[in-house]
């Protein structure tokens, strides 16, 4: 059975900290794999996106991912953290062709001064 | 472009009262699809379309309904309002080739009373 998992529920992190936000899928095949992040009352927002290629892929907001094949993991991460960071945070994977997206329950990210 | 368009941004409904959510979208998709997002499950897949006249179920379709008689244009159905149906639902679309992520609308927030 297809699957996201988002170990994480919820992180504190201090302004200026890295975060990384972890992703583990199982999955038939190769997905494509995405992070969204939602703020408060706000819709989806596209971080970042893996098709193929080079395995780190560079999003918006200084983010980063990196999609680890042996370990069915497409973990998310950020050197250093604002204030405005503070959202949820969702991996999502769907197949090659449009299919399905299977999201993640999320991890709420709270950024302390 | 307006891109994907949810119409209306807020809800109210009584039990048992019908429904239909909006989606719109100017982008000449093939792919459309409708989510629920509720606290703790991330996003789950009521219904998809994969081009007009063609629709199927994903993970939680009982108590919708969806059509797709034009490109643009993916309504979602609530026909009897229970309470469950409380949440957050996005509308998305996708072209159907090329490596490219699904666009959501902003979201219609209902609440059944």
């Known amino acids: 059975a297809q699957s996201v998992t988002q170990p994480d529920i919820h992180i504190t992190v201090s302004e200026g900290a890295s975060l990384e936000l972890r992703c583990n899928y199982s999955?038939?095949?190769?997905?494509?794999l995405f992070w969204y992040v939602q703020s408060p009352g706000q819709g989806l927002q596209l971080l970042l996106k893996?098709?193929?290629?080079?395995?780190l892929v560079q999003g918006i907001k200084g983010f980063e991912a990196e999609f680890k094949r042996s370990q069915s993991s497409f973990n998310l991460r950020k050197p250093s953290v604002h204030w405005s960071d503070a959202a949820e945070y969702f991996c999502?994977?769907?197949?090659?062709?449009?299919?399905?997206?299977?999201f993640g329950a999320g991890t709420q990210v709270v950024v302390t001064p | 472009n307006a891109g994907v368009t949810q119409t209306p941004k807020f809800q109210v409904l009584k039990t048992g009262q019908s429904m239909t959510l909006q989606c719109a979208q100017d982008?000449?998709?093939?792919?459309m699809s409708w989510y629920r997002q509720d606290p703790g499950m991330g996003l789950r897949l009521i219904h998809y379309?994969?081009?007009?006249?063609?629709?199927d179920q994903g993970e939680v379709p009982n108590g919708y309904n969806v059509s797709r008689s034009t490109t643009e244009d993916f309504p979602l159905r609530l026909l009897s309002a229970a309470p469950s149906q409380t949440s957050v639902y996005f509308c998305?679309?996708?072209?159907?080739?090329?490596?490219?992520?699904?666009?959501f609308g902003q979201g219609t927030r209902l609440t059944v009373v």
């Open positions: 998305a679309s996708r072209p159907q080739w090329g490596d490219t992520e699904a666009f």
């Open positions: 999955y038939g095949a190769t997905p494509y």
């Open positions: 893996y098709f193929s290629g080079d395995t």
């Open positions: 999502a994977v769907g197949p090659q062709s449009w299919g399905k997206l299977q």
């Open positions: 982008m000449n998709h093939e792919y």
């Open positions: 379309s994969v081009g007009a006249g063609i629709t």
